[in-house]
């Protein structure tokens, strides 16, 4: 009988390990097969790394340089990274996932199967929830007596081992480093406080090496390793305001309020010891982060708070086993149902098949690999130029760049890419980010040639998406044709770095009111505004969301239209007047500044589309004119 009941244990922690690992390791690698949003900017990443542009300089995103244990697509230059990464990645969670559930209740064991194989529908999850699964690690060493003799060494190397992929997290997803660093602060400050010197001194150790090596490892100089992290925090700064999106305000009260079930249940069980204060703050942490990426952007990302309260309820019971604990499990399913249901209507459908794609994927991959080691390069290659065949950009001499997003166009087009660092216009959230766009094509690197198109996210004002870098195109570049739906922009013989301006006015103003702008003939009017949150619209925002903005402009020809605004990005010049909806509409700005007759400015305002009391009741503007 004790055989057969360690048989089982071993085939349990088989089947878990088994099943990370497939999830991890993208053996059957995505390949580049439609021309939008989010294919662009994964190949546009894999190609910068291949390229060893510099990120935190050159290339700024949200992701790093291993994105591709991410976003699971395949590319010549960087697949070796991607499997070596997400391998290294997939046997630390299996080991740390293992080590928890040595005595968990079988049933629980099942669901944390079930979890991993069917319910991971954004990576999102997978990549929080080993944040948590170190934080029970830890709470599991200082609740049992400390190790002595050669287990004490054990124990060290394991950590040591466990920690290191807190510095290989956030080079695959910059913004991960809020997690992981609150995580590593929250345990160094546990060990400490029960005098477990050694181990509060392994977490800087393996962090720091980790990161150190990863970096290098991946093609990047170690001198632009703290600028990737400045540039992350810009990004993190401003993507709450610039990214959100109302949805089901029930997904939002139903996942809070098990949350707040489940943080409340722990304090139950454990009291306000340290060990338990520790618990619930990890839980709070991953549940939060969470929260946040799930719910600020409100659409399938609430996949991620579906999966995550589901798993964070599981392992809850591997610690507290009780009817309490199962309780939460049951309201946490519940909520999971709730969310996950309005993505998929035939949710059990979409859970089989996702388990079936687990292991399927993973099995085709490697035999694949094994037989035909080329295969996957020469599908790449077909790929793209499929996707060429549709768009058919030109070969241009020297270098080339894309805006605002295409760039899986432009790199199966076989041009030489020259990428600004914010390498989708939408992504320039702040002045800083913009500003970054704008000296680019002012430099000495600035490309060659330039494919233009006018695609704004999220029905904003159209010349925010890249707006500062618009006064040097225009001033910079001249249209030669249109290609494939795009405008193609040649750099000037003798273009000018700084382009000269104007102020033509300047003044204070308040939300909701009409201001005038100033009467010019055949001039271009770029404006800075600066639109600040109240001090409730920060605590919002840093929480959850703030209200977002609106603005309406009025045309010389009576017309008004209504857009979303950010104000983050308004921080930077944009064109105000006159108003340029498309790619046609640019070109003519090369012809007459007036473009076209009748979509001069002649006034706008700004309000606040939920709450008004986010925001600042009064702004600052400036208004711009080109010099000549």
Known sequence: MPFLLNLAKITAYSLIAITVLCIFIPLQPMLPLTNSLDPSWVIGINQAVSQGTPFGQEMIFTFGPYASIYSKAYHPGTDTLMLLGS????????????????????????????????????????????????????????????????????????????????????LIKGTLFVLYLGLAILAFCLFLLKKQWSQALIIPISIGSALTFFWIFSGQSIGNLLPYFESTTEIISGYSEAMSSPGNPWEVASYSFVTLALLL????????????????????????????????????????????????????????????????????????????????????????????????????????????????????????????????????????????????????????????????????????????????????????????????????????????????LLKNYQPASMEAGFLLLKKRAAPKINPGEHIIARGSYELTHWVDLPELQSKLIFSKMSINLSLLGQLKNILFKSSPLGIAVRLKNGTIKHYRFVASMAKSE??????????????????????????QVSAFSIWAEGDPRDWQKTYTAIFITPSD
Not at 155 to 162: D, E, I, K
Not at 364 to 380: C, D, H, Y
Request: hydrophobic share 45%; aromatic share 14%.
């Open 87 to 170: 391998a290294y990645l997939g046997i630390l969670y299996a080991t740390a996932l293992v080590w928890i559930m040595r005595s968990c209740p079988w049933l629980i064991q099942v669901g944390i199967w079930l979890v991993l194989a069917g319910l991971m529908f954004a990576m999102d999850t997978l990549f929080f929830s080993y944040a948590l699964l170190i934080g029970l690690y830890c709470f599991g060493l200082v609740q049992s007596s400390s190790p002595q003799g050669h287990k004490k060494w054990i124990f060290l190397v394991l950590s040591f081992f466990l920690f290191s992929a807190f510095g290989l997290y956030p």
């Open 265 to 472: 249940t722990i304090l139950k069980k454990g009291g306000a010891s340290l060990n338990n204060l520790f618990l619930i703050c990890i839980f709070f942490l991953f549940l939060f982060v969470s929260f946040k990426s799930g719910f600020v952007r409100h659409d399938s990302h609430a996949l991620i708070c579906g999966t995550s309260i589901v798993f964070a309820s599981l392992l809850l019971n591997t610690i507290y086993f009780s009817r309490l604990t199962q309780a939460v499990l049951l309201a946490s399913c519940i909520v999971f149902i709730q969310i996950d249901s309005h993505y998929f209507p035939n949710l059990p459908g979409a859970v089989f098949k996702q388990i079936e794609l687990t292991y399927l994927s993973s099995w085709n991959g490697m035999t694949s690999r094994i037989t035909s080691p080329k295969a996957l390069e020469v599908q790449f290659q077909v790929s793209l130029e499929r996707l060429h065949e549709k768009t058919k950009l030109p070969l241009l001499k020297g270098a080339t760049d894309i805006y605002p997003h295409d760039q899986i166009d432009l790199i199966a087009s076989g041009n030489t890419w020259n990428s600004r660092p914010i390498l989708q216009s939408y992504s320039a959230y702040t002045s800083i980010l913009s500003a970054k766009n704008r000296d680019h094509i002012l430099g000495v690197n600035a490309p060659e040639n330039i494919f233009f198109n006018i695609e704004p996210q999220d029905e904003r004002f159209p010349s925010l998406d890249g707006g500062a870098s618009w006064s040097g």
């Open 574 to 599: 944009f064109l105000l007047s006159p108003l340029i909806e498309n790619v046609n509409q640019f070109e003519l700005l090369y012809q007459n500044s007036q473009g076209v007759p009748g979509n």
